[in-house]
């Protein structure tokens, strides 16, 4: 499949099968994430600050959590993303919910890089 | 097509281009509710992202922040009374679960292409059922009903 010169293909119809599957990868990379927290939260002794902190504090834990925001933020801009192009007509209102959505998902994912990191 | 053409489906109402005040008399097979609630979680738990991030950062930073955390479901965070902080966190478990049990059962049905009226339909109420279950539990948790 040729994305440049005369012989490139100007249909993107295969941009929608990408995302889709990006959907569905993040989602399950973030539905594992859901299992191995619970795991650890449901382990027996006290929950407090420290056994809290301490899951997110291994490294392992560390590199999965990051691995899991940036999924986040992908998985989130492509159903918000269709929830403005089902519904909004208007593209001028339907780029700027666009903008505001990937500026939300990209300040939420720093924010949350921040806290991960300087435990 | 030939289900449209015979007399008994022409009685029928037509809905194209629902307009919003349709919406009530448009009766949703319990898919499209999974379906439409599945686009209203997600969109809830979106906009509540700084929220949720404010809890991760206020719950692991420090011992301090931790206080203010547990805090938040006493009394409140600043004039935002614990009540509401509850309340908003049981509106971000159920959409977590109803999210992630409509997810599951998109990537099922992916899987095994178990895309049959009957499949859609029952698997649809155990999503629905399932997440409200459960919500309901948590929910009993987190107002301290045991």
């Known amino acids: 499949m040729s994305t440049f010169g005369s012989k490139r293909i100007v249909v993107g119809a295969h941009y929608g099968l990408r995302d889709w599957l990006a959907q569905r990868v993040t989602a399950v990379l973030m539905a594992l994430f859901t299992v191995v927290l619970l795991a650890q939260f449901l382990m027996p002794g006290e929950l407090g600050y420290d056994r809290w902190a301490g899951i997110f504090s291994q490294q392992w834990m560390k590199v999965l959590t990051f691995v899991v925001i940036i999924s986040l933020a992908y998985h989130a801009w492509v159903g918000v993303r269709d929830i403005w192009m089902d519904y909004v007509k208007s593209v001028a209102l339907r780029l700027t919910l666009q903008v505001f959505t990937l500026v939300w998902l990209v300040g939420c994912a720093g924010w949350a890089i921040q806290v991960l990191w300087r435990l | ?146």
């Open chain 2, 1 to 146: 097509m030939t289900d449209a053409t015979n007399s008994k489906a022409k009685n029928r109402p037509v809905y194209r281009n629902i307009h919003v005040t349709e919406i009530i008399s448009y009766r949703l097979p319990p898919a499209g509710v999974v379906s439409i609630l599945h686009r209203i979680s997600g969109l809830l738990m979106f906009l509540l992202l700084p929220f949720i991030i404010w809890m991760f950062d206020t719950s692991v930073s420090s011992e301090i922040s931790y206080e203010s955390f547990t805090n938040a479901f006493v009394a409140g965070i600043g004039f935002v009374p614990a009540w509401f902080v509850k309340l908003t966190v049981l509106g971000l478990i159920w959409g977590y679960l109803h999210h992630f049990i409509a997810g599951v059962r998109h990537l099922w049905m992916d899987a095994t292409h178990s895309v049959s009226k009957e499949q859609g339909h029952s698997s649809a109420v155990i999503t629905l059922a399932l997440s409200v279950l459960l919500t309901l539990l948590l929910g009993a948790k987190l107002f301290g009903l045991y």
